[in-house]
């Protein structure tokens, strides 16, 4: 499976983005995927990662109640709705998945397909 990140772009503080990381193929009910971001200078963080079917959702603290991640299951797609970004969120965000859902799903190097990233800058 392929991943295909998008959707970043500049936005003003307070304001939203949706993200889309389209997989090339179908993903298992129970695979992992995540939202990663990486700003310039600093390691890759984990943003929030879902079980593929929904059973478990986990957010950073830093974007909970802010942040939204869904699926669409016939699309192979998943997104990351932002709201109310702020200039911190600035960084690439990355889309990762793994087969099977682990209980380290906030460590990057659990995954084994990542998209190429898409950047989001949020400023005045």
């Known amino acids: 499976v392929q991943l295909q990140a998008s959707g970043g772009g500049l936005v003003q503080p307070g304001g939203s983005l949706r993200l889309s990381c389209k997989a090339s193929?179908?993903?298992?009910?129970?695979?992992?995927v995540a939202w990663f971001r990486q700003a310039p200078g600093k390691e890759r963080e984990f943003v929030t990662a879902r079980r593929w079917n929904g059973a478990t959702t986990s957010y950073a603290d830093s974007v909970k109640g802010r942040f939204t991640i869904s699926r669409d299951n016939a699309k192979n797609t998943a997104y990351l709705e932002m709201n109310g970004l702020k200039p911190e969120d600035t960084a690439v965000y990355f889309c990762?998945?793994?087969?099977?859902?682990?209980?380290?799903?906030?460590?990057?190097?659990?995954?084994?397909?990542w998209g190429q990233g898409t950047l989001v800058t949020v400023s005045s």
């Open positions: 193929g179908p993903i298992s009910g129970n695979a992992a």
């Open positions: 990762g998945t793994r087969p099977m859902w682990t209980t380290n799903y906030y460590r990057p190097y659990e995954y084994t397909r």
